[in-house]
T-cell receptor, first 112, second 113 residues
Framework: EAGVTQFPSHSVIEKGQTVTLRCDPI?????LYWYRRVMGKEIKFLLH????????ESGMPNNRFLAERTGGTYSTLKVQPAELEDSGVYFC??????????FGSGTRLTVV | DQQVKQNSPSLSVQEGRISILNCDYT??????FLWYKKYPAEGPTFLIS?????DKNEDGRFTVFLNKSAKHLSLHIVPSQPGDSAVYFC????????????FGSGTQLTVLP
């Protein structure tokens, strides 16, 4: 079974630019989550999709962040415009019906 | 306000000895707890979990203990091996369809050969 794939693995952008992160989930996993780890702190929840619907986006920091999940398959997380405090590692995770989370390797975003 | 806390950022243990990683939580509504292990440049991988109806769960060298009255859980690794060196995250969740995870800030475990 293929795992959760995220790309790019690294992205360095200038403040004010736009970046789009992508996550390809495990096939058949309806639940897709985005999490973020900033500066070695805790991993924080951003949002949760069930298929193509946003179930909970309470963790999204502000309206510069936009997440989509096309047709219930892959998901994108766009940051526009990026700010310095957006730097961190963004993880995508998918889950089957239980607690079987599978995390991707993450995208390390650096805003300079 | 952090609901899940791992107060030790790092821990060093000699190979073959026991590693004990601790985690405290504040929200008594959490009813499922998980430990994840993370190597550099990789995503967290599931290690072991425990439901709030239990106080202990064991899987090979890994045992998780839950003390609900103290809102405390711990992960024991016996015996510790150099390959166990990683960052360990404690996570908590509510049962239900969402099951989003609330993580602690992690503990870097180093097992010395």
């Amino acid at each position: 079974e293929a795992g959760v794939t995220q790309f790019p693995s690294h992205s360095v952008i200038e403040k004010g630019q736009t970046v789009t992160l992508r996550c390809d989930p495990i096939s058949g996993h309806d639940n897709l989550y985005w999490y973020r780890r900033v500066m070695g702190k805790e991993i924080k929840f951003l949002l949760h999709f069930v298929k193509e619907s946003k179930q909970d986006e309470s963790g999204m920091p502000n309206n510069r962040f936009l997440a989509e999940r096309t047709g219930g398959t892959y998901s994108t997380l766009k940051v526009q415009p990026a700010e310095l405090e957006d730097s961190g590692v963004y993880f995508c995770a998918t889950r089957d019906s239980g607690y079987g989370y599978t995390f991707g390797s993450g995208t390390r975003l650096t805003v300079v | 306000d952090q609901q899940v806390k791992q107060n030790s950022p790092s821990l060093s243990v000699q190979e073959g000895r026991i590693s004990i990683l601790n985690c405290d939580y504040t929200n008594s509504m959490f009813d499922y707890f998980l430990w994840y292990k993370k190597y550099p440049a990789e995503g967290p991988t599931f290690l072991i979990s425990i439901s709030s109806i239990k106080d202990k769960n064991e899987d090979g060298r890994f045992t998780v203990f839950l003390n609900k009255s103290a809102k405390h859980l711990s992960l024991h690794i016996v015996p510790s091996q150099p390959g166990d060196s990683a960052v360990y995250f404690c996570a908590a969740s509510f049962s239900g369809s969402a099951r989003q995870l609330t993580f602690g800030s992690g503990t870097q475990l180093t097992v010395l050969p």
